[in-house]
C-alpha cells in the first residue's frame, strides 16, 4: 500500500469513528438505549446519539465507502445523493471520500425536508394509504435544520460548491432537481411514500454499475415493500446485497 493510499485508509476510518460518535462515547437519545452508550448499539446503528452526526452504524458507513470506490474505480459516470440525511453525516463522509481522493467533477446532493418525515394523512389517497399508521412524524429527534446540517458540514471543512442541498419533501424537490446522472443513490426516507418519491424522481438516472442502497430495507415495512414494488414495475433482477440486517443495496445493470 502507498503512503498515499495509507494515509487516505487512516483519515477515513478516523472519519466514521467520529461521525458515529464512537470517540467521545456521546449517549443516546432514544426511548430503548437508557440513556446509556453502548459500543455495540452504536457501531451496529441501533441507537440514536445525541450529537454524533449519523446514526447509520459502521457497517453501512463502509458500505458507502465501498460502493463509493468501486463507482470511482470503475469510473461510473454521476453524483451521489442521500434522500433523507438526518444531521447530514453520510453525505458528510460521501465528501469526505471525494475530498481525500481530489475528486472534483462529482457533487453530493443532500435531500431533506430538514423538518422532520411528512404526516401520513397530508395525502391520504397517494399510494393507496400505505403509510397510514406510520408515527415517524411524531419523532421530533428527526428534525434537523438546514442550517444545522451545513454547520455540522463546516465543522469538517466540507461545505462547498461540491455540496448542493435540496430542501422539501420529496415529491415537490426530487422530480425537478437538477441531477443528470447519478452513480449512488442512497435511499433514508423510512417511510413506504419517501422511498417511492425518491425512486419514481431518480431511479432512471443511476447510471449502469451504479448503486442504490437502502438504509431501512431490513426493518421498515413500507420501506421494504416500496423497493419490491418498485423493482417489479421496472423489471429489475439484480440481486439485493445484505448490509448489515438493516440496510441494503443493489447494482444497477
Same mark, same amino acid.
Given at each position: 500500500?502507498?503512503?498515499?493510499?495509507?494515509?487516505?485508509?487512516?483519515? #477515513?476510518? %478516523?472519519?466514521?469513528?467520529?461521525? $458515529? *460518535? $464512537?470517540?467521545?462515547?456521546?449517549?443516546?437519545?432514544?426511548?430503548?438505549?437508557?440513556?446509556?452508550?453502548?459500543? +455495540? $448499539?452504536?457501531?451496529?446503528?441501533?441507537?440514536?446519539?445525541?450529537?454524533? +452526526?449519523?446514526?447509520?452504524?459502521?457497517?453501512?458507513?463502509?458500505?458507502? &465507502?465501498?460502493?463509493?470506490? &468501486? !463507482?470511482? *474505480? /470503475?469510473?461510473?459516470?454521476?453524483?451521489?445523493?442521500?434522500?433523507?440525511?438526518?444531521?447530514?453525516?453520510?453525505?458528510?463522509?460521501?465528501?469526505?471520500?471525494?475530498?481525500? #481522493?481530489?475528486?472534483?467533477?462529482?457533487?453530493?446532493?443532500?435531500?431533506? =425536508?430538514?423538518?422532520?418525515?411528512?404526516?401520513?394523512?397530508?395525502?391520504?389517497?397517494?399510494?393507496?394509504?400505505?403509510?397510514?399508521?406510520?408515527?415517524?412524524?411524531?419523532?421530533?429527534? #428527526?428534525?434537523?435544520?438546514?442550517?444545522?446540517?451545513?454547520?455540522?458540514?463546516?465543522?469538517?471543512?466540507?461545505?462547498?460548491?461540491?455540496?448542493?442541498?435540496?430542501?422539501?419533501?420529496?415529491? /415537490?424537490?426530487?422530480?425537478?432537481?437538477? @441531477?443528470?446522472?447519478?452513480?449512488?443513490?442512497? %435511499?433514508?426516507? /423510512?417511510?413506504?411514500?419517501?422511498?417511492? /418519491?425518491? $425512486?419514481?424522481?431518480?431511479? +432512471?438516472?443511476?447510471?449502469?454499475?451504479?448503486? @442504490?442502497? !437502502?438504509?431501512?430495507?431490513? !426493518?421498515?415495512?413500507?420501506? &421494504?415493500?416500496?423497493? +419490491?414494488?418498485?423493482?417489479?414495475?421496472?423489471?429489475?433482477? =439484480?440481486?439485493?446485497?445484505?448490509?448489515?440486517?438493516?440496510?441494503?443495496?443493489?447494482? !444497477?445493470?
Amino acid at each position: 500500500m502507498s503512503n498515499f493510499a495509507t494515509l487516505a485508509t487512516m483519515h #477515513l476510518d %478516523l472519519m466514521e469513528k467520529v461521525l $458515529l *460518535g $464512537l470517540i467521545y462515547e456521546d449517549p443516546p437519545i432514544d426511548q430503548w438505549s437508557d440513556g446509556k452508550f453502548s459500543p +455495540h $448499539l452504536r457501531e451496529n446503528g441501533l441507537d440514536w446519539p445525541a450529537k454524533a +452526526h449519523t446514526m447509520i452504524g459502521m457497517a453501512r458507513l463502509k458500505n458507502i &465507502r465501498e460502493l463509493a470506490s &468501486r !463507482v470511482i *474505480g /470503475d469510473e461510473i459516470p454521476g453524483d451521489f445523493i442521500e434522500t433523507g440525511v438526518w444531521r447530514g453525516g453520510a453525505c458528510i463522509y460521501m465528501r469526505s471520500i471525494l475530498k481525500i #481522493l481530489g475528486i472534483t467533477d462529482r457533487k453530493i446532493w443532500v435531500a431533506d =425536508s430538514f423538518e422532520g418525515l411528512p404526516k401520513p394523512e397530508s395525502e391520504p389517497d397517494r399510494y393507496l394509504n400505505q403509510d397510514l399508521d406510520d408515527l415517524h412524524h411524531t419523532y421530533k429527534e #428527526l428534525s434537523v435544520s438546514l442550517e444545522q446540517v451545513k454547520e455540522n458540514f463546516s465543522k469538517y471543512n466540507l461545505l462547498d460548491e461540491q455540496v448542493v442541498f435540496l430542501k422539501g419533501w420529496f415529491k /415537490d424537490t426530487l422530480p425537478t432537481a437538477p @441531477i443528470e446522472k447519478i452513480a449512488l443513490l442512497r %435511499l433514508d426516507g /423510512d417511510m413506504y411514500s419517501s422511498t417511492m /418519491d425518491a $425512486l419514481l424522481a431518480l431511479g +432512471h438516472k443511476v447510471s449502469k454499475g451504479g448503486y @442504490i442502497i !437502502v438504509d431501512d430495507f431490513g !426493518v421498515i415495512e413500507g420501506c &421494504r415493500k416500496a423497493i +419490491h414494488e418498485y423493482r417489479k414495475s421496472n423489471h429489475i433482477t =439484480s440481486q439485493i446485497y445484505n448490509i448489515d440486517g438493516v440496510g441494503a443495496y443493489w447494482k !444497477v445493470t
